[in-house]
């Protein structure tokens, strides 16, 4: 352990010493090179008696990946906000004025157990697929996992929901790849990035001469994949017509090339994702039900990132390890109040938004730990003072709106995770304004 203060209180060193710490103490000068190691430790700094030049020559110390802090400061060091800066930064935790040596004896502890921690959970966690990982740690990514299992096994047809960014293709992959398919092809197609008049000979291509510049004969992807899988991504993009034409294919496993003459047997499984409410599109006639019930035998679906607890963090890590060498300077990880903020955030854009907010902070950052600034998330820190039922109140919200996401808004199974009843549930919707969400989604609002 590090204890670095002008005058290290020797009662406290010789308790911590009787606890079995091994302390080193002294000025920040005289502990220098305690710092250069690389294994755990635990830290205490005492900010009294230091000057406010002083204390900023410390921050490099505090910065120390393998270091676990708590601060001894009190109420005229807590008026500076350079000092409070710090604290909130880089300290475990912080304790004013004299206080009992077995406080500090059990902070450093917690200190010390968070650095040895490590990078652990990374190691772990991560499936692979093909040449990308998969994290996922929580209860709903352990679903999709053993979801993706089972269907893969499965000749049937899959769609795939799931917000924008969450990982619907990785999944799509994941699925073909576990697959008995998985030696033939796996054909993307996105059906929103082709035009209206293309896509048909796109998906079920052409003979030779069948339009005007048709020179030579082009298979479609359809055909493409024979004996593997076609990912028909954003599904619900697709233009009327060519839903039908699918429909005939779905029925019959063959196609028509454009200007051909005889169908043609095509072997595939057609896997299909779309982020559009698809309940919605079939409801206003913008989608065909009868072929929604061809590509749905089985359904996956995605978490949305802001549902997945710990996994924010663990993902935050891998795709720094990914990609730090894209930086200049060594990034360590992750400053407290980059944690803070990610938690908070309600990711809309999801792993993507994640991955381009931490590629980007990787070259951006100025110090080794990526600070929510740095994320672009500045704006998500800052616990605000609250009563304690203005706090329980908040918790009891984000509860009951995680579960009912991981549910899909279904209230009696979310009711069931929650210990409530339906109908109490419903009525802390109500309170809590979700229930609009709710109605939005068709869910079973009776
Ligand atoms: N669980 C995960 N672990 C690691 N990387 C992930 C995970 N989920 C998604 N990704 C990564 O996030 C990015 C977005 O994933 P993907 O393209 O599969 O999402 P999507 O749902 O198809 O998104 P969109 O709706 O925007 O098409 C990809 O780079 C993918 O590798
Ligand atoms: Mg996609």
């Known amino acids: 352990m590090l204890y670095i203060a ?91 004025g004299p206080v009992a040596h077995a406080t500090i004896g059990y902070l450093v ?20 697929f093909g040449d990308e990982q998969m994290v996922g740690t929580c209860e709903a990514m352990q679903q999709l996992f053993r979801t993706i299992r089972k269907v893969a096994n499965t000749d049937a047809n899959v769609f795939i929901t799931g917000e924008s960014g969450t990982g619907k293709e990785l999944t799509a992959v994941a699925i073909h790849e576990r697959s008995p398919r998985r030696k033939g092809p796996f054909v993307a197609i996105n059906c929103g990035a082709i035009g209206n008049d293309l896509i048909q000979s796109e998906l079920f291509g052409y003979e030779r001469g069948a ?53 043609v047997a095509v072997d595939v499984r057609i896997i299909s994702a779309t982020h559009i409410d698809l309940d919605a599109a079939m409801a206003s006639g913008r989608f065909r039900t009868d072929l929604f019930h061809r590509l749905c035998v089985l359904r996956v679906d995605e978490p949305p990132l802001r549902a997945r607890g710990k996994d924010i963090e663990i993902l935050a890590l891998h795709v720094l390890h990914k990609f730090k060498s894209d930086g200049r300077r060594k990034i360590r990880g992750f400053a407290p109040s980059a944690i803070e903020a990610m938690y908070s955030y309600a990711w809309t854009g999801n792993v993507r938004e994640m991955i381009n907010r931490v590629r980007r902070a990787i070259v951006m950052a100025e110090n080794k730990l990526i600070t929510a600034d740095d994320l672009g998330l500045g704006h998500c820190t800052g616990i605000e003072s609250t009563t304690l039922a203005a706090a329980r109140d908040a918790a009891e919200k984000r509860a009951i709106e995680l579960t009912l996401l991981r549910h899909r808004h279904r209230l009696s199974e979310a009711a069931a995770e929650l210990g409530i009843s339906r109908v109490t549930l419903y009525r802390l919707m109500v309170a809590h304004g979700l229930r609009g969400a709710t109605v939005a989604s068709g869910a079973d609002v009776a």
């Open 211 to 263: 339009f005007t510049g048709a020179h030579q004969r082009k298979i479609g992807r359809v055909e493409e994949a024979d004996g593997g899988t076609l990912f028909l991504d954003e599904i619900g993009d697709l233009p009327l017509d060519s839903q039908v034409h699918l429909l005939r294919f779905l029925q019959e496993r063959k196609i028509d090339r454009l200007g051909g003459h005889d169908p």
């Open 6 to 96: 002008q005058a290290p209180n020797q009662t406290l060193v010789s308790y911590l010493k009787d606890r079995g710490w091994k302390v080193s103490a002294g000025t920040l000068a005289t502990q220098a090179s305690v710092l250069k190691t690389d294994t755990p430790m635990a830290g205490i700094i005492d900010m009294v008696g230091f000057s406010a030049r002083e204390l900023a020559a410390l921050e490099p110390a505090l910065r120390h990946q393998q270091a676990g802090w708590i601060a001894l400061t009190d109420d005229t060091r807590l008026a500076d906000p350079v000092v409070c800066h710090m604290i909130r930064h880089y300290c475990f935790d912080f304790v004013k």
């Open 109 to 128: 502890d917690h200190a010390y157990g968070m650095v040895s921690l490590g990078d652990i959970d990374l190691a772990d966690t991560p499936t692979v």
